[in-house]
């Protein structure tokens, strides 16, 4: 799903004593690169965006290309699926070079020019949008970003072509979604602004949205990020349209990005998937922003990799109530909460599929069919994961230990072979989190919490500044045969805040544990570490570490002795077979005897003296 980094709250909650589990807002975040901002192609009207695009940027056709990203809006209910949000971040995804406790100015998101010529002021030209300020609303622990201060504002400009300038039309101060609900009943806010000066109606129009930001103030600078945002929805310009009577779009819609299929997981390994793991139904999100019930069509279809029909449900036709002034979405079951009714075959071998959910309005044609599809591509690969590979937070613990103890739970199906971990750090300022010691764990599951410890790295790791901000494959020491429930991830060495990704979109607290001292602690917090095991040697193979000069390894297939070329006197050859299982060790000779072995499929792993990273090689062993 389009996901993009957005603001993020701060969040200190008090657990045990001189610990405490916290949320940072992203010192950065990974964006496309910056691109000219002269004006493009003028656009004719009607000018319409919901930001439902899968893609991290506004449509070029109708924005200039500026800092400002997409989101699909999980946990924040948007009236359509993806929002565009204006934040403290730049288009190269730092913090702006003026960026201070003081106000600064921030993103700017502007249209392409729009062709207004040969139109009157009494044609009713009419802009409207919806918006809604960062901060969400609930439990503290639930919810995402950071509300602006009052003096942390969003503003509409309208190009003036009669005088060659921009002139402010409507500004919004910062306020709380908590205050809104307060003062209007509801969260998403609907604005309208009648266009009627007769020097906007030029060939050049454009408008544009801006924001002000100011840091919060922070006792250490890695705890200053990204803040300040608000979010744009269902942006329109036309004519003949009343600024008065308010939105009456007869448009039916998703809301959300549609979920994975499975109860727990949103990528599994093929090797451990059972049709078990399905969920019995799936939440989707439908909107309708028409003023009346209006009778819908949902359908969704799976298809395989190579787009063949495998299953489709038919939800038939309910009405939709209104998304205005409630905030409500469709609650009809065979629509909101589908059936599975299939499930994805079993099957060791690596797969995808596409999930394709569509939504219509069942009497009349739909005003804007762009935002009826949402589509989850479902992953059956070499690893687990909850989370949707994008990191709204940093999440970590702080404490007065000299260590720190994070665990995830995953549950095989089947024994299996644990040979490496991928974790999502965040870049903090000037890296300070780079060199941050830790030692990869795995624990067996004890009565619900991490007990026996099955693997721990005998070398301390960091994340390094070429794993920060993006996914980090870290191959264990020595493949770990596992099975049943485990816990997987890292003992600190220090109490540094380490800011490992934390994903909003999906809550498995309930499968996080931390220890601070002798008592294992559950997370309160609601989302997903960024942390995927993985499985077999082709993750090993594919993990990417740096590596030393290649060995030579002949003859491979080998049937009697296998030859390693290129290592010193002192480096360990260790020979494993498929299920993890040592099967030969040795140090200090290049030849290893293998005719004793069963033919099949083997992983020669070397491990050289002094700092040199150990590196790992398939080996297939004939008869």
Known sequence: MVKRHIGLLLMLLPLAVGAQEVLLPLQSAPRQA????????????????????????PTPNLWQPQGVVLYDGSGIFPPTNGVATLDALDATGNLYPS???????????????????????????????????????????ERTGMAPDAQDSLFVDLYHAADGTW??????????????????????????IPIADAGYLDSTFRFRFRNYCSLTPATKPGLTGNCDYWHLDYVYLDRDRSSVSGPAFRDIAFAAPAPSMLTHYRAMPARQYRTADMAPSIAMAITNLYPSDLATRYAY??????????????????????????????????????????????????????????VQEGSAADQHPCNDTATFRQVFSNYYAYDDGT??????????????????????????TLTALDLYFNRTLDGQNA?????????????????????????????????????????????????????????????????????????????????????????????????????????????????????????????????IDGIDDGSRLELYDYTGRLCLAQRGTGTLSVAHLPAGLYLLRIVPQGNTPPSTHKIIITR
């Open 435 to 563: 060199q941050v010691p830790f030692l990869i764990t795995v624990w067996q599951t004890d009565d619900g919490r991490p007990g026996t410890i099955l693997y721990q790295d005998s070398e301390r790791r960091q994340p390094g500044f070429e794993g920060l901000d993006r996914f980090h494959r870290y191959p264990l020491e020595a493949p770990v045969i596992v099975d049943g429930s485990i816990f997987v991830g890292f003992r600190q060495e220090s109490n540094t805040y380490i800011n490992l990704g934390f994903d909003r979109s999906h809550n498995t607290s309930d499968r996080i544990r931390f220890l601070t001292g002798s008592a294992w602690e559950q997370s309160i917090l609601s989302g997903s570490l960024m942390m995927r095991p993985c499985f077999g040697t082709s993750a090993t193979l594919s993990a990417g570490t740096p590596r030393q000069p290649s060995p030579r390894i002949f003859p491979n297939p080998a049937a009697d002795r296998l030859h």
């Open 301 to 358: 279809t799976v298809l395989d990799n190579q787009d063949r029909v495998l299953y489709t449900y038919d939800g038939g036709y309910e009405n939709a109530p209104p998304f205005l002034p409630s905030g409500t979405y469709q609650t009809a079951p065979a629509h909101a909460t589908p059936a599975t009714g299939w499930a994805f075959p079993e099957s060791n071998d690596t797969c995808s599929y596409h999930i394709v959910h569509t």
């Open 391 to 416: 990191a709204e937070n940093g999440y970590g613990i702080t404490s007065t230990s000299s260590t720190i103890s994070l665990a995830y739970r995953f549950d095989l199906n089947t024994e299996d």
């Open 167 to 192: 002139h402010t039309v409507w500004s919004r101060g910062g306020i709380s979604v908590d205050s809104l609900v307060a003062l209007t009943g509801r969260d998403w806010q609907y604005t309208a």
């Open 34 to 57: 910056p691109r000219s901002k002269s004006p493009g192609t003028a656009v004719a009207l009607p000018f319409f965006d919901d930001f439902s695009r899968p893609a991290p940027s």
């Open 99 to 141: 960026a201070s406790t003081s106000l600064f100015p921030a993103d700017t998101l502007t249209s392409q020019p729009i062709r207004l010529d040969g139109l009157q002021p009494a044609d009713s030209l009419v802009l409207s949008f919806y918006y809604l300020p960062g901060g969400g609303q609930g439990n503290l622990w």
